[in-house]
C-alpha cells in the first residue's frame, strides 16, 4: 500500500483584516486563517461592516486602460484510482528552457518619482503649511509641492478633481525632530514627546513583547531604529518608548545627528473622488495598523511616488472604486505595502512592492507583506514587482469577486507568493512566482497546509494558469479549510483549475497538490489539474500530496491526476 502520513492542523490563532477610516467612520473585517476538526473558529466569520455605496463612473484623469475580465474553466470530474503498491514507470520529457532570471538590478524597475511628468500649478513651498493651502484651495486645483522636505502637521484633504504633485523631488514627511537630549546611564533621553499610551491592534510576530502595534518610529540620520520593549535592552540601533513616562530613550549618542520621530498618522486622505498624487515621496506617517499613509477614494490615481517608511500600509484603496495606484516605489512600511478593501474595479499596476514589514507583524498568518485585497470585485493587481517582504507577497483574502492577478513577478516573499483564501471567480495567470514561503517565523512551516508558491484556500471558480513557479516551499497548494457562512453562503473550495503552469520542486518536502480538513471535504472532481509542466529532482521522488498521501509522478497520474501533464528533470 502506498504510503501516507497523518497531518495534524493546527488552527491560526491570528485574524487577517484591512481597515479603513473614511469620513471619521473606523471600518473593519477580519476573519481567523486556520482550520479546525470540530468546526468554525471564533472570528471565523467575516463580515463587511459599510453600508452599500454608489458606483461613480471613472473620469478622464484616469487611466482608462480595460480590465482584465475573468475567464472560468468549468471543471470536469477527474477519475480517482487507488495506488497500488506497484510504482508505473513515467515517460521522461524533454528537458524545457530554464525560467527566465527574475532577479532584477537596483533600479531596473520603472517606478517611482522618476516617472512624474512636469508640475504646472500652485507652487507649495517648504515653508507653507500645506493642509492650510489645500484647505484654501478651490476644487481642481493643481498643486506642486517645492523640491525639498514639507513637514505635514495633519493629514492633507484634497478636494475634488485636485492634484498634488512634485518633479522637484519633493518629500512630505510625518516626522518631527527630536532635540534636548540628555545622556541618561549610558543612554540618552528625551522627555515630552510621546502621546498617552494606547491600546494594543494587530499581532506581532513576537507575541511575548507584542510591541509592533506601536506607532512612532525613530530615524536617526535617516536609518529606521528598532523598538526594543524595555529600557534595559536599549543598544546602539536601538530605542525605547516608555508611554507611561513620557520619555524616549536612545541607545547612540545624538550629539550632531540628526533624530526624527514619526508623529502625523496619515499623509493624504479624503473621500473628494476624482484625486491625482504624482511624484511625491511620502515618508515617516505614524499610521495605526491596517490603516494607509495615503489612502486612495473612487477615480484616484495615484502614480510615480515613493512610499516608504510608514509604520503600518503604505498605500490602501477603500471604496475606491476605478482608482489606479500604478508606477510607485512602496517599500520598506512597518506592515504592509498595498491595501485594498470594499473597491470595485480597483487597479493596482507596474509598482514595486518591497521590504514591507520592517516592524515586525506577524509574518504568517496575520496581514502583514506586500499586497492585500479583501471584500473587492473586479480589477487587477498586474505588472507588479513585488519582492523580499516580510509576509504574503500577493493576497487576497475574504469575499474578493472575479480579480484577476497576472503579470506580476513574485520574488523572496517569507510566506505564500500567491494565496487566494475565501474568494470565487478568480483568474491567476502569467506570473512568475520564486522563492517565496521560507520564512521561519512563528507559523511557519514546510507543509502544503503552509502554502507554497500558489495557495488556494477554500475559495470557488478559481483558474490558475500559466504561471512559472519554482524554488518555493512548495509549488502549488490546494487547500480546504472549515470557514463558516459568508455572504455567498458556505465558505467552500469548488472548481479549482490548475493549468498550463510549469512549477519546479526540488529537494526536501516541497510538493503539490490538496489538503483537507474533517468537515471541508472537496467531492470528485472539483480540482482539475492537467497540461502542466513539472521540473522535478527525481522521477522517483514523491512530490505530490493528496489528502496527507505522497505520490511519484507516475503514481500521480495513475491516480488520476495531471495525466496529460509532462514530468521532467532538471
Same mark, same amino acid.
Given at each position: ?63 482608462? %486602460? *480595460? @480590465?482584465? =475580465?475573468?475567464? $472560468?474553466?468549468?471543471? #470536469?470530474? +477527474? /477519475? !480517482? &484510482? %487507488? *495506488? @497500488?503498491? =506497484?510504482?508505473? $514507470?513515467?515517460?521522461? #520529457?524533454? +528537458? /524545457? !528552457? &530554464?525560467? *527566465? @532570471?527574475? =532577479? ?8 517611482? /518619482?522618476?516617472?512624474? *511628468? ?446 496529460d501533464s509532462q514530468f521532467t528533470t532538471g
Amino acid at each position: 500500500m502506498k504510503k501516507s502520513v497523518t497531518i495534524i492542523c493546527v488552527a491560526a490563532a491570528g485574524a487577517v483584516a484591512l481597515t479603513g477610516i473614511v469620513a471619521g467612520t473606523r471600518t473593519n473585517m477580519a476573519s481567523a486563517f486556520g482550520q479546525d476538526k470540530s468546526g468554525v473558529l471564533p472570528g471565523d466569520r467575516p463580515h463587511k461592516p459599510w453600508p452599500p455605496r454608489h458606483t461613480p463612473s471613472p473620469t478622464a484623469s484616469v487611466p482608462t %486602460t *480595460p @480590465t482584465p =475580465t475573468p475567464t $472560468t474553466t468549468s471543471a #470536469t470530474p +477527474t /477519475p !480517482t &484510482a %487507488t *495506488p @497500488t503498491s =506497484t510504482k508505473p $514507470t513515467a515517460t521522461p #520529457t524533454q +528537458t /524545457p !528552457t &530554464a525560467p *527566465p @532570471t527574475t =532577479t532584477l538590478p537596483p533600479g531596473a524597475f520603472p517606478a517611482g /518619482p522618476s516617472l512624474a *511628468p512636469a508640475c504646472k500649478g500652485t507652487t507649495i513651498g517648504t515653508d507653507q503649511n500645506a493642509a492650510d493651502v489645500i484647505d484654501k484651495a478651490p476644487t481642481g486645483t493643481t498643486f506642486c509641492f517645492s523640491a525639498g522636505l514639507h513637514r505635514i502637521n495633519r493629514t492633507l484633504q484634497p478636494k475634488a478633481n485636485s492634484t498634488l504633485a512634485s518633479d522637484q523631488g519633493a518629500v512630505l514627511t510625518g516626522s518631527i525632530p527630536l532635540t534636548n537630549w540628555a545622556a541618561d546611564n549610558g543612554d540618552w533621553v528625551t522627555r515630552g514627546v510621546l502621546p498617552a499610551a494606547y491600546g494594543m491592534s494587530g499581532q506581532c510576530e513576537d507575541n511575548v513583547a507584542n510591541i509592533c502595534y506601536l506607532r512612532e518610529q525613530l530615524f536617526l540620520n535617516g536609518k529606521h531604529l528598532t523598538r526594543v520593549k524595555t529600557r534595559d535592552k536599549v543598544a546602539p540601533g536601538t530605542f525605547y518608548a516608555d508611554y507611561a513616562g513620557n520619555a524616549v530613550y536612545l541607545g547612540d549618542n545624538p550629539s550632531g545627528q540628526s533624530v526624527e520621530m514619526s508623529k502625523t498618522p496619515t499623509a493624504i486622505q479624503s473621500g473628494a473622488t476624482n484625486v491625482a498624487v504624482v511624484g511625491l515621496t511620502v515618508e515617516h506617517f505614524a499610521s495605526t495598523p491596517q490603516s494607509g499613509a495615503v489612502v486612495l477614494a473612487s477615480g484616484w490615481r495615484v502614480y510615480a511616488n515613493d512610499i516608504r517608511w510608514n509604520h503600518a500600509v503604505g498605500a490602501m484603496l477603500v471604496n475606491a472604486d476605478g482608482a489606479v495606484l500604478d508606477k510607485n516605489l512602496i517599500r520598506s512600511n512597518g506592515q504592509l505595502g498595498v491595501g485594498q478593501y470594499s473597491t470595485t474595479n480597483g487597479r493596482i499596476v507596474g509598482n514595486e512592492v518591497s521590504g514591507n514589514n520592517t516592524d515586525g507583524f506577524w509574518i504568517a498568518d496575520w496581514e502583514s507583506g506586500g499586497i492585500k485585497t479583501t471584500w473587492s470585485t473586479n480589477g487587477a493587481v498586474s505588472g507588479n514587482l513585488i519582492k523580499e517582504n516580510r509576509g504574503v507577497g500577493l493576497w487576497s483574502d475574504a469575499y474578493d469577486d472575479g480579480r484577476v492577478f497576472s503579470g506580476n513577478q513574485i520574488i523572496d516573499n517569507a510566506a505564500d507568493g500567491i494565496r487566494y483564501e475565501i474568494g470565487r471567480n478568480g483568474v491567476i495567470e502569467d506570473n512568475v512566482i520564486t522563492g517565496n514561503g521560507l520564512g521561519t517565523g512563528r507559523g511557519s512551516g514546510r507543509s502544503l497546509w503552509d502554502g507554497g508558491g500558489i495557495n488556494v484556500n477554500t475559495s470557488t471558480n478559481v483558474v490558475v494558469r500559466n504561471n512559472t513557479v519554482s524554488g518555493n516551499v512548495n509549488g502549488i497548494s490546494i487547500q480546504s479549510r472549515t470557514r463558516g457562512n459568508g455572504p455567498w453562503g458556505l465558505n467552500v473550495l469548488r472548481d479549482v483549475t490548475v493549468t498550463g503552469n510549469k512549477v519546479t520542486m526540488r529537494g526536501g518536502t516541497t510538493s503539490t497538490g490538496m489538503v483537507q480538513n474533517s468537515g471541508a471535504a472537496i467531492p470528485t472532481g472539483e480540482v482539475l489539474l492537467k497540461g502542466n509542466t513539472y521540473i522535478l529532482d527525481s522521477l522517483t521522488a514523491d512530490r505530490f500530496q493528496k489528502f496527507g498521501q505522497w505520490f511519484s509522478a507516475a503514481e500521480w497520474k495513475a491516480a488520476g491526476l495531471d495525466t496529460d501533464s509532462q514530468f521532467t528533470t532538471g
